[in-house]
Structures are given as structure tokens and as C-alpha cells.
């Protein structure tokens, strides 16, 4: 999938723009997103970030947006598709319930095709919440 992002990129450097969204739709600064919950030292049910069909065209997912923690503890995040096949996983550690973290990103956007679901689920030493909010663009 490397090569089709730089082949896709190089179209953007060469006088294509690309457009990032968030969803779900931010409504704040930092958004809370989806909440997922985390189990007990083990992991909570998945949470849809990107229902199925939500997006009609094939999209990439350049990076997730954490805020409004339950608490501040070790949260660990698996973000996954439909199949269930592991896209992205993610370990943090804040020392505020509001990390204001901006974007996690990948090593490289997650290309994932139309009507593509994508759901994340979290760990942690006690049940609490974690919003994530996923940042996509299509104009790639």
C-alpha cells in the first residue's frame, strides 16, 4: 500500500490538493469522537470509528485524534476492519484526562476501500473512556 500512497502523493506535490476530514464531524477543539471504553485490565468491545458504507469512495485514514479520557492511565488502542484484520495499534500514556494529543499518525495513511468499516477497541488498568475521532480524505 506504500507505493500507491507515494504514487497518489506525488499527484498531490504535482498540483492536486488534498482535503482532511475528521469524523466523526469535530464540534469541538479537540473533539471527543467516538468513545470507546477500555476493560478492566483486558479489552473493552469495539466501537465503530467509520461505519460501514459511511464513506462511498475508497478513502485514507491519515490519523486519530484522542481526547476526553476517563483517566489518565495507559490506554492501548486497536483499530481494525471488518474482517477483523489489525490496521493500527497504539499505546499512550497521558498525565491528564485531557491530553490534547493532536493527531497520532501512522508511518503511512491507511488506504481502505469504499463502504469499508473501521472500528477501535482499548485496553487499560480500569474500565474508563477514550475518544477518538479518525482524520480521512478521499482526494487522494
Request: with cysteine; net charge positive.
Amino acid at each position: 500500500m506504500a507505493d500507491v500512497f507515494t504514487r497518489q502523493n506525488n499527484q498531490i506535490l504535482n498540483g492536486r490538493s488534498a482535503k482532511w476530514v475528521a469524523t466523526p464531524a469535530m464540534t469541538g477543539v479537540p473533539a471527543v469522537g467516538v468513545v470507546v471504553t477500555s476493560g478492566a485490565g483486558a479489552w473493552g468491545a469495539y466501537a465503530d470509528l467509520i461505519a460501514a458504507s459511511a464513506i462511498t469512495v475508497q478513502h485514507w485514514i491519515g490519523g486519530f485524534c484522542i481526547d476526553n479520557l476517563g483517566v489518565a492511565q495507559i490506554f492501548e488502542v486497536q483499530i481494525r476492519d471488518a474482517t477483523p484484520a489489525s490496521l493500527f495499534e497504539f499505546r499512550i500514556n497521558p498525565t491528564a484526562v485531557t491530553p490534547n494529543l493532536g493527531v497520532i499518525n501512522p508511518q503511512f495513511p491507511i488506504w481502505r476501500p469504499a463502504n469499508a468499516q473501521t472500528q477501535a477497541r482499548a485496553g487499560g488498568a480500569a474500565a474508563k473512556t477514550i475518544g477518538i475521532t479518525t482524520l480521512y480524505t478521499t482526494a487522494l
